[in-house]
């Protein structure tokens, strides 16, 4: 049996059977021009609004920083401004801006400071420069004719010459000794009291193998 197929079956397939008819009121798209006068009043505006509001920031954040530099008073050695030393470096990220702004304040806070680093850092700076005084000859600030010379000839050389004495101690060494008086021996100590720490003794060791690489890289060059 042939069904002949309902005429609302078509719905289904085309939701809008019925197309809009364009007329000269409703031709489906817009008659009229852009306002170009009013987009342009107001992006105006909105950059005016935008102008305007920085100012009032700026002037704001002067107005409360004076404030805070009349409460505070002159600027000393206890209380300082850090700034960022380049224009660029206002793009720095928040941990290395703090870094530096701390590794500034240590430098220029009067001392005496705490050791950042239990005192090991400063020590061995304090005993290299020692080191570099008492085993090189060096020349004696202020002081044109006098040669600073290494600590072991000096003790060298006191050891061949002995110390000098004043006329008193002459005159007491030389006097007659009483029954079982003994001569005075002095023997050097086993140690000089100095132990350097193994954080020091890791840095003589970095320094000494600096000085080793850049002696064979003299000889390289040389060759």
């Known amino acids: 049996m042939h069904i002949k197929p309902n005429q609302n079956d078509g719905d289904t397939l085309n939701p809008n059977p019925h197309p809009q008819v364009n007329d000269p009121e409703h031709p489906g798209y817009e008659v009229t021009d852009v306002n170009v006068s009013g987009v342009l009043v107001f992006v105006g505006g909105l950059a005016g609004f935008v102008a305007v ?46 870094q530096r702004s701390a590794s500034q304040i240590v430098k220029t806070f009067p001392g005496p400071r705490l050791d950042p680093d239990d005192g090991n850092q400063s020590s ?53 000794k009483m029954v079982g008086a003994d001569t005075p021996v002095v023997t050097a100590p086993l140690t000089n009291g100095f132990a350097r720490s ?14 080793e690489f850049a002696k064979e890289a003299s000889k390289e060059e040389k060759k």
């Open 53 to 98: 509001f920085f100012v009032v920031c700026f002037f704001i954040g002067r107005l409360v920083n004076s404030q805070i530099a009349k409460d505070d008073g002159p600027l000393d050695k206890w209380h300082q401004q850090y700034a960022p030393a380049k224009t660029g470096d206002g793009l720095t990220s928040n941990p290395v801006f703090e």
């Open 198 to 211: 193994g954080f020091e003794q890791d840095r003589i060791a970095e320094r000494e193998q600096k000085l």
């Open 124 to 176: 061995s700076d304090l005993h290299a420069r020692e080191d570099l005084l008492l085993e090189n000859y060096s020349q004696v600030q202020g002081m044109p004719n006098s040669v600073r010379i290494p600590i072991d000839r000096a003790i060298e050389l006191i050891a061949e010459r002995g110390l000098p004495l004043a006329a008193d101690a002459k005159a007491a060494t030389a006097a007659t």
